[in-house]
């Protein structure tokens, strides 16, 4: 029970049940509940640095943390996208493909792990993240605003998919980069 109750695993725990009332609040038409909405969402992304700096910090990595972290982001962003999809906010080819993306790599790293490989995290699938997580803020936002002290509105929806666009060509870059690097670490497995 240590394993699991400690509290950098407590904090990626409680990330995902910040999830629902992020969803319950995510209304295009309401930029306060949007507001709500996206402090939730930062709140919870801010998290996964805490949790993952505690475990660090304090000799609290463990296997079921290994295991969750990544999969709470990965549950957060694409439930986020998928309800994004469900208010007409983002089109449903661009979550499909990075849907598509991410169980494609799932299952590369899977089957490199069988192989007793290790395919090392490229640098792109980690600006993916970033790209995703900035561009979903600003599309939770969705309207335009003006910049304090300034006449320049932005349309924080236009940025928004920008950055999901961006992270959209990063997905693809890097599952080449997991693809090649599978292919490299399968080769010098065998030896070849």
């Given at each position: 029970m240590q394993e699991v109750l400690n509290l950098p695993n407590i904090i990626t725990i409680g990330r995902l049940l910040l999830i629902p009332p992020v969803l319950v609040l995510v209304d295009p038409f309401d930029p306060l509940k949007s507001f709500y909405a996206l402090l939730l969402f930062a709140l919870a992304s801010f998290l996964d640095l805490i949790d993952g700096w505690l475990a660090r910090r304090s000799g609290l990595v463990t296997v079921f943390g290994k295991f969750m972290d990544p999969l709470a982001d990965k549950i957060m962003v694409m439930a986020l996208l998928v309800y994004l999809v469900h208010v007409g906010s983002v089109p449903p080819w661009v979550v499909v493909l990075l849907l598509g993306r991410d169980l494609y790599v799932s299952g590369l790293r899977s089957l490199a792990s069988a192989e007793g490989l290790v395919i090392a995290a490229g640098?792109?699938?980690?600006?993916?993240?970033?790209?995703?997580m900035v561009g979903i803020c600003a599309v939770i936002v969705h309207h335009r605003y003006r910049l304090p002290f300034t006449e320049v509105s932005i349309d924080y929806h236009v940025v928004g998919m920008a950055c999901i666009y961006m992270s959209l060509l990063m997905a693809i870059v890097s599952a080449a980069e997991y693809t090649f690097g599978f292919k490299a670490a399968l080769k010098q497995g065998r030896g070849v």
């Open positions: 640098f792109g699938g980690k600006k993916k993240t970033v790209f995703q």
